[in-house]
């Protein structure tokens, strides 16, 4: 696709001076949603269920539910971002695997974060080496070294705006950083409609494929980079799926997939109105963070951790979502099921078919 696209409207194109001062993405627990959610934890724990063993009905959470559907609309239908705050980190201590993983069954389904089958990752410094500001180099099951965002993920360095592979990314803080460690969060539908007044030449190559790996990442036979276009749009819908390091990555496998001089220039102008156009966040706490992967790009700064076994701690899900878009049909390479609704996204797995 290389024609222009149409500019995108609705609450999800926003700046962050103007959504920081807009109320409509922060929710917050009451009294009687805690002592709910309790209420859900004590029978759950009187059955000895692990967490990754929950199904929804595991965790009944009626009187929350209304405030929950809120959520899934904002995300989808609104901004595309939100936040739920006021869970009560100390009252739960033990109990936070359970009772976050319980809370994201009501929004949407857990899709596998690595090719493992990993459920839930925790995001917090491994104290592993990256090289350089945004080094992100792992090494594969056969002792091969390539890039991956998860180094610096697991690091305490800054991270670039990206996506994650899911319909929306959850994050619950059970410790914030000492300093730094700040939530950047921008409008990747406002960073289109931009890019098509300033620079359409620039926008029409982002809809074009450019090329990720998938290297060290997934089981994928063969196929360790494909082709994926970072904008689309389908039946009005926008999506967005970003991650510079993964391009990267392919260039350094397959040298006939770099970057053209244009395609770098695009890149570098979807990087820049991210950081102009962004607004930040700092976690609390018993902060929970929602971001629909189709419309939001987020990044963090770099930070320090105070005591040791004090450090920053999340909680990251990764979620499908039974009410998102459709995609386009060229993203299913990334998807794999492009219906609107449709349980798609996380890692392959040995068992997945790519």
């Known amino acids: 696709m290389n024609s222009i696209q149409p500019k995108i409207e609705g609450a999800c194109d926003w700046t962050g001076s103007d959504i920081e001062i807009n109320p409509r993405w922060r929710f917050s627990l009451s009294d009687r949603d805690i002592d709910e959610i309790e209420r859900a934890d004590t029978t759950l724990k009187a059955r000895g269920l692990n967490w990754h063993q929950l199904t929804q009905d595991d965790f009944p959470l009626d009187g ?40 994201g069954l009501h929004l949407g389904t857990p899709v596998t974060q690595d090719y493992r089958g990993m459920m839930m990752r925790d995001i917090e410094d491994k104290k592993e080496d990256t090289d350089g500001l945004f080094g992100h180099r792992l090494t594969t099951r056969d002792g091969k070294s390539f890039k991956s ?31 730094g460690g700040i939530s950047r969060i921008a409008s990747s539908v406002h960073i289109h409609n931009v890019m098509l007044e300033r620079r359409p030449d620039l926008a029409a190559l ?11 990442e997934e089981f994928g036979g063969e196929k360790m980079t494909y082709p994926l276009p970072v904008f689309g749009q389908r039946d009005g819908s926008f999506t967005s799926h970003y991650s510079r390091t993964y391009v990267e990555a392919a260039e350094e496998i397959n040298p006939q997939t770099k970057m053209s001089a244009l395609q770098v220039e695009a890149l570098d102008v979807l990087a820049e109105l991210a950081a102009e156009h962004c607004m930040s966040f700092h976690f609390e706490p018993g902060d929970m963070q ?14 320090q951790d105070g005591a040791k076994l004090q450090g920053r701690l999340l909680h990251r899900l990764w979620l499908s979502m039974p009410n998102s878009r459709a995609l386009p049909e060229e993203h299913a390479v990334l998807w794999r099921d492009v219906r609107a609704g449709a349980l798609r996204g996380g890692i392959a797995t040995r068992s997945t078919t790519i």
């Open 206 to 216: 982002l809809y074009m494929p450019f090329h990720r790996s998938r290297q060290g």
């Open 290 to 303: 929602f971001l629909n992967n189709h419309v939001i790009y987020h990044a963090r700064t770099a930070y």
């Open 64 to 103: 929350l539910a209304e405030k929950l559907t809120h959520v899934q609309a904002e995300l989808e239908d609104g901004c595309g971002m939100a936040r739920l705050s006021n869970l009560p980190i100390e009252r739960f201590a033990g109990r936070l695997r359970h009772i976050w993983y319980g809370i």
């Open 149 to 179: 965002s998860k180094a610096r993920t697991l690091s305490s360095g800054p991270l670039r705006f990206h996506t994650d592979r899911c319909d929306v990314v959850g994050l619950l803080c059970v410790r914030p950083a000492k300093s």
